[in-house]
């Protein structure tokens, strides 16, 4: 699986947007990028991924480069409970295997 | 749905003990793995199931057994505790173990303390 490169944290003012960027310059063609949380040591929670087209849910929006190799995850209005370490992983269909780096901790102040 | 469940949410050991980390997931998925986190740093895959009576090793396995006789159940044993298995241990599970958009859903996680 491709490896991942994500700011070691982050400040957003609640109510903004909360922007994380990753880079993934060696991503293949049919790996996805994946996009989890873990909020103080609970258990990572699942936030997006996508393949090649930019993806929207409940949660979030995964922006993703027309060459892919970088993505850039979007929290529309941050709260003070979307204060976490976010994981960009990138990952392939050769089995089930998550690899999480250290992330991106997003501080969200008031 | 419950999602993935984990028992118990806190244990302390002495070393030598043995114990048995519990979880369970009710989404009839065939993947289910095993996490430990140490402090400041990310997951690393101990022991994985591709569906039952089929287990396998990950990247940090000794130290720990585990087995999987149903689809819904995948513990993990400590067969004599060490000080360095003090960590956080995250169960997940996902529908297959094949597709790259499978997502991997995670437990809440146990807190291990080995004295």
């Known amino acids: 699986d491709a490896k991942t490169t994500q700011p070691p944290s982050m400040d957003c003012a609640e109510g903004r947007a909360a922007n994380l960027p990753c880079n993934h310059s060696?991503?293949?063609?049919?790996?996805?990028v994946y996009w989890y949380r873990q909020i103080h040591s609970q258990g990572p929670q699942y936030i997006i991924h996508?393949?090649?087209n930019n993806e929207t849910n409940e949660m979030a929006s995964l922006i993703i480069t027309e060459d892919r190799k970088s993505s850039t995850l979007i929290l529309p209005h941050a709260t003070l409970r979307d204060t976490a370490v976010y994981y960009c992983?990138?990952?392939?269909?050769?089995?089930?295997?998550?690899?999480f780096g250290a992330g991106t901790i997003l501080r969200v102040k008031s | 749905n419950a999602g993935v469940t984990q028992t118990p949410k806190f244990q302390v050991l002495k070393t030598g003990q043995s114990m048995t980390l519990q979880c369970a997931q009710d989404?009839?998925?065939?993947?289910m793995s095993w996490y430990r986190q140490d402090p400041g740093m990310g997951l690393r895959l101990i022991h994985y199931?591709?569906?039952?009576?089929?287990?396998d090793q990950g990247e940090v396995p000794n130290g720990y057994n585990v087995s999987r006789s149903t689809t819904e159940d995948f513990p993990l044993r400590l067969l004599s505790a060490a000080p360095s298995q003090t960590s956080v241990y995250f169960c997940?599970?996902?529908?297959?173990?094949?597709?790259?958009?499978?997502?991997?859903?995670f437990g809440p996680g146990t807190r291990l303390t080995v004295l």
């Open positions: 997940a599970s996902s529908k297959t173990s094949g597709r790259a958009s499978d997502t991997q859903y």
């Open positions: 060696t991503i293949s063609g049919n790996e996805y």
């Open positions: 996508g393949l090649k």
């Open positions: 992983i990138v990952r392939g269909t050769h089995g089930n295997k998550l690899v």
């Open positions: 989404m009839n998925h065939e993947y």
């Open positions: 199931s591709v569906g039952a009576g089929i287990t």
